[in-house]
């Protein structure tokens, strides 16, 4: 009940930012995202030891073929206080492929962190990833329906409103202009504290077991986290 409250709050605080930043010019970032430019958004404990950074699209099968082999062994490394993630969204298939899935997907699911839903809606989009070649995200009411899928976020205080008007596609389109000009070679991208694990790390392929690995390398003499996640999930 307190995260739902806490949720619900958020939104309508962003929703009220909204409108003053579109008043000002200014890009708007989604509740309590963090880093350069706001542009990451945090899951996990504050004091995490360290730092998992993934750069993703939602219309990228290679993503959703990470997020299939990896979402476990992250989510269990989050929720013990090794690691915090921070998400950074790519718009890079519509680039390459045309439409405007990836833009959209990166708006709703930034939505969805203002009404503090962003990891299971996160999970739910790459659950339902469309072919490559085909951009069902493109469609608002496609990705309003997706959300259905989460307790309590399609209902949420401003979440349509935030999805439909594109309330964060400036912040998106900042994002994407990041992942272009930061010298990476693709998606996913997935840095452990600031250094490249995927594609590789060093002459070692990533593995579940291997990122497991160099996290409690990383780890080694270092406490857990104990903060109250950032960003938890609700429901």
């Given at each position: 009940m307190l995260a739902a409250a806490a949720g619900i709050g958020a939104l309508v605080n962003n929703m009220r930012a909204d409108k003053a930043a579109s008043a000002a010019g200014a890009v708007l970032a989604p509740s309590g995202a963090q880093g350069e430019d706001q542009l990451a958004i945090p899951v996990g404990a504050a004091d995490a030891p360290s730092t998992l950074t993934v750069w993703e699209d939602f219309r990228c099968p290679s993503c959703r073929m990470f997020e299939s082999e990896y979402r476990k062994t992250i989510h269990e490394l989050e929720r013990a206080g090794a690691v915090?993630?921070?998400?950074?969204?790519?718009?890079?298939?519509?680039?390459?492929?045309?439409?405007?899935?990836?833009?959209?997907?990166?708006?709703?699911?930034?939505?969805?962190?203002?009404?503090?839903?962003?990891?299971?809606?996160?999970?739910?989009?790459?659950?339902?990833?469309?072919?490559?070649?085909?951009?069902?995200?493109?469609?608002d009411s496609h990705l309003?329906?997706?959300?259905?899928?989460?307790?309590?976020?399609?209902?949420?205080?401003?979440?349509?409103?935030?999805?439909?008007?594109?309330?964060?596609?400036?912040?998106?389109?900042?994002?994407?202009?990041?992942?272009?000009?930061?010298g990476f070679s693709g998606t996913p991208t997935i840095l452990l504290n600031g250094e490249s694990v995927?594609?590789?790390?060093?002459?070692?392929n990533?593995?579940?077991?291997?990122?497991?690995?160099?996290?409690t390398q990383a780890n080694k003499g270092k406490k857990l986290g104990t903060a109250p996640p950032e960003n938890p999930p609700v429901g």
């Amino acid at each position: 009940m307190l995260a739902a409250a806490a949720g619900i709050g958020a939104l309508v605080n962003n929703m009220r930012a909204d409108k003053a930043a579109s008043a000002a010019g200014a890009v708007l970032a989604p509740s309590g995202a963090q880093g350069e430019d706001q542009l990451a958004i945090p899951v996990g404990a504050a004091d995490a030891p360290s730092t998992l950074t993934v750069w993703e699209d939602f219309r990228c099968p290679s993503c959703r073929m990470f997020e299939s082999e990896y979402r476990k062994t992250i989510h269990e490394l989050e929720r013990a206080g090794a690691v915090r993630v921070e998400y950074h969204l790519a718009t890079i298939i519509d680039g390459n492929m045309g439409g405007s899935g990836s833009r959209h997907a990166a708006n709703a699911a930034a939505c969805a962190q203002d009404a503090g839903r962003f990891l299971p809606y996160h999970d739910v989009l790459y659950d339902n990833q469309p072919k490559e070649t085909e951009d069902p995200f493109a469609d608002d009411s496609h990705l309003l329906a997706l959300a259905g899928k989460v307790e309590g976020l399609e209902s949420s205080p401003g979440f349509k409103q935030c999805v439909r008007g594109g309330a964060h596609n400036d912040w998106v389109a900042k994002s994407a202009e990041k992942f272009r000009t930061g010298g990476f070679s693709g998606t996913p991208t997935i840095l452990l504290n600031g250094e490249s694990v995927l594609p590789q790390k060093g002459s070692e392929n990533i593995s579940p077991a291997n990122l497991k690995k160099w996290v409690t390398q990383a780890n080694k003499g270092k406490k857990l986290g104990t903060a109250p996640p950032e960003n938890p999930p609700v429901g």
